[in-house]
């Protein structure tokens, strides 16, 4: 569905009275982010109305919001600021979105609209944006624009691209490849995996990967952190086919098959046996329309030297692809992540998950969880997604402990048998000392 911008005149620090050649202009792409950022909504406190609406007559919809500069893209008008470079002048970081109406406003009274005040608007519009694509509000994410489509015209020649190889085509042909690329590691997962519950600072009730693919469209770029067993490859993997769903295309990474030599991702993907006949251009096509999303598993799982050579390959790729999309799981204890993203951190089992998981095991699986939720120490590892999986293993081998006392050894050993080792002698002396079940 296209967005097509409203045909009044714009106002001059958005679009501009003065020519093209003395001005800073915002390219289609950054306007995008703009937009999406804050879920289309204008960015004045005292508006927040939708800037997009249904097109009359027409299957598209309406736009009438603006990419507003901050500090002015031309000498001469609001706030300009002649120590800013003309990169920096035209960087999402110098815009904010309006409606029509606000956008004119602030460009005509630079004393009641100064940029501290403007940046703490579009702070805040961003804020109120992704809280709402979490739960409900007026809040949106626009699938490519019309102006951005204009302005990439040209690409696929760029590339060197037939031009049998359209947007739709393209969106048809990668998807394919990249969901039989996610079922391949939906294979390695657990057997009954749940939508888990997940949590993000500033708002209580818990979310699922649902919200969260809404809030990875607007935002661009999130963090998703756990401790070991609660499911961060399972949650990312189902993330993966809720964008197959809405887009972007999704793109399981899991960092650690990925070698410190490696500074291409693009290729890197190509190399997988499922994206046979997919080219790197093609990737790139998709990623220019905001068509394409990056899911790194396992931050913490790259050694220190990839490490840094990972984060130029990521940097790289966000300042030439604006509107690629990324998500990246971890562990708290791995430190930061390698660009700048919102968090987001998976909650323990609910009673109603644990019933979930357990219960395709049937009444062996009835009576685990009854003891489990019974016995102290093991009714908390239980609400990690992994040590629930790894009891029901034993229960399926028949290896359940016979008596209560036998219980607290059970995570131990069902870790073990996870991972297909033996079984330690002092399995009990270990956990009754507070050992490392990892």
Same mark, same amino acid.
């Given at each position: 569905m296209s967005v097509r911008q409203q045909s009044s005149q714009p106002s001059p620090a958005a679009e501009g009275a003065a020519t093209a050649s003395q001005r800073d202009n915002?390219?289609?792409?950054?306007?995008?982010? &703009?937009?999406?950022?804050?879920?289309?909504?204008? %960015?004045?406190?005292? !508006?927040?109305?939708?800037?997009?609406?249904?097109?009359?007559?027409?299957?598209?919809?309406?736009?009438?919001?603006?990419?507003?500069h901050i500090t002015a893209a031309s000498e001469g008008f609001a706030r300009y600021n002649a120590r800013l470079t003309p990169e920096e002048r035209k960087s999402a970081d110098n815009?904010?979105?309006? !409606?029509?109406? #606000?956008?004119?406003?602030?460009? #005509?009274?630079?004393?009641?609209?100064?940029?501290? &005040?403007?940046?703490?608007?579009?702070?805040?519009?961003?804020?109120?944006? *992704?809280?709402?694509l979490l739960g409900n509000g007026t809040a949106r994410v626009e699938r490519l624009g019309a102006e951005l489509a204009e302005g990439l015209q040209n690409l696929k020649e760029q590339l060197g691209l037939p031009s049998a190889d359209? &947007?739709?085509?393209?969106?048809?042909?990668?998807?394919?490849?990249?969901?039989? #690329?996610?079922?391949?590691?939906?294979?390695?997962?657990?057997? #009954?995996?749940? %939508? $888990?519950?997940?949590?993000?600072?500033?708002?209580?009730?818990?979310?699922?990967?649902?919200e969260m693919a809404r809030a990875l469209r607007a935002c661009g770029t999130v963090s998703l952190v756990a401790e070991p067993g609660q499911g961060k490859s399972t949650t990312l993997n189902q993330l993966g086919i809720e964008? $197959?769903?809405e887009g972007p295309t999704p793109l399981f990474v899991p960092l650690a098959e990925v070698g410190a030599g490696v500074d291409d991702l693009f290729a890197w993907v190509i190399s997988r046996h499922a994206f046979a006949g997919i080219r790197s251009e093609h990737l790139k096509f998709l990623a220019e329309h905001g068509e394409l999303a990056f899911l790194f598993d396992g931050w913490n799982e790259v050694s220190p030297v990839a490490r840094v050579a990972l984060i130029r390959t990521l940097r790289a790729l966000r300042r030439e692809f604006p509107l690629l999309v990324m998500c990246v799981a971890t562990r708290a204890q791995a430190g930061a992540v390698p660009f700048a993203a919102r968090s987001m951190a998976i909650d323990r089992l609910s009673d109603a998950q644990q019933d979930d998981i357990t219960r395709p095991h049937g009444e062996r699986g009835h009576n685990l969880l009854d003891r489990v939720r019974r016995t102290p120490g093991v009714r908390?590892?239980?609400?990690?997604?992994? *040590?629930?999986?790894?009891? $029901?293993k034993v229960t399926d081998l028949?290896?359940?402990?016979?008596?209560?006392?036998?219980?607290?050894?059970?995570?131990?050993?069902?870790?073990?048998?996870?991972?297909?080792?033996?079984?330690?002698?002092?399995?009990?002396?270990?956990?009754?000392?507070?050992?490392d079940v990892r």
């Open positions: 915002f390219t289609a792409a950054t306007k995008r982010v &703009l937009a999406q950022r804050v879920g289309w909504l204008c %960015s004045n406190p005292a !508006c927040t109305l939708p800037t997009v609406g249904p097109e009359m007559g027409g299957p598209g919809t309406n736009n009438i919001g603006v990419a507003a815009g904010i979105w309006l !409606c029509s109406n #606000h956008a004119h406003m602030i460009d #005509h009274d630079e004393k009641n609209f100064p940029v501290e &005040l403007l940046n703490i608007w579009k702070k805040d519009a961003e804020e109120r944006a *992704y809280q709402q359209d &947007l739709p085509t393209l969106q048809a042909k990668v998807s394919a490849a990249a969901r039989t #690329h996610l079922e391949s590691f939906s294979r390695e997962g657990p057997a #009954h995996a749940v %939508s $888990l519950g997940l949590t993000t600072p500033g708002k209580h009730a818990p979310f699922s990967h649902v964008l $197959l769903a908390d590892l239980a609400r990690v997604p992994f *040590y629930l999986q790894a009891l $029901l028949g290896a359940l402990p016979a008596t209560t006392l036998d219980v607290p050894v059970a995570p131990i050993v069902a870790i073990r048998l996870w991972r297909k080792e033996r079984p330690p002698v002092d399995a009990e002396r270990s956990f009754a000392a507070g050992g």
